[in-house]
């Protein structure tokens, strides 16, 4: 229906599909609240590596997520939504620009996987800017049910390479569903080992890595 399917990778609970073509993979992100087994909708999310969810279930909130190296001085909320709208429909947008980051939330959770599936892209005035899942945390900041961006000094930790299945790949699932997979790649002062296109670049692989 959306493409020709390179690879299955499967897991109880979850699987990774990978497209021959990023436009197979574009259109499976899209219909984000189509997807259903049996009458059951299941999760589509975004295939990469996200340090801001450093184990594999990590629960994420589905419609929102963190900005982070943005320009303390030339970013304004406007801009951020006019950029973002191009992926669904933005609701709000929350900048913290004496510290570098803020969050975007959209109308549905599409818009969220669409601008993770694009991380190497994301640029204001030729600068590259990184996107992240927003973790749920509770009041006292562990992982669970609640709001917030669990993190160090508010984002340190929360850069982060990207490793996607050929750069074609999806994860499926249903609660439990996983969306990243631990390339390895460390982190430098909170930003990724890459800041400009061509220094540490993106992992990629042939087939779906196997997860522990």
Not at 39 to 55: K, L, Q, S
Not at 174 to 185: E, T, W
């Amino acid at each position: 229906y959306y493409g020709r399917v390179k690879h299955i990778f499967m897991k109880p609970g979850f699987c990774s599909v990978t497209f021959e073509s990023e436009d197979a993979v574009r259109k499976v992100l899209k219909d984000y609240h189509t997807h259903k087994i049996k009458g059951r909708w299941f999760e589509v999310r975004a295939f990469g590596t996200f340090a801001a969810t450093p184990e594999a279930r990590t629960p994420t909130e589905k419609d929102r997520i963190f900005l982070g190296a943005l320009d303390k001085r030339h970013t304004e909320a406007a801009t951020l939504r006019d950029y973002f709208s191009q992926y669904d429909e933005v609701v709000n947008v929350d900048l913290k620009l004496d510290k570098g980051f803020g969050f975007v939330t959209f109308r549905t959770g599409k818009g969220k996987q669409m601008a993770l599936w694009d991380h190497d892209k994301h640029r204001l005035d030729g600068k590259w800017f990184d996107v992240q899942p927003c973790v749920l945390v509770d009041k006292g900041g562990e992982k669970g049910k609640g709001d917030g961006f669990k993190g160090e000094k508010g984002w340190g930790k929360h850069g982060g390479d990207k490793g996607f299945a050929g750069g074609k790949g999806v994860f499926s699932g249903f609660a439990q569903g996983v969306n990243r997979y631990d390339s390895g790649r460390g982190l430098e002062k909170g930003f990724p080992r890459r800041d400009a296109p061509g220094k540490g670049g993106t992992s990629r692989f042939d087939s779906p890595p196997a997860l522990p």
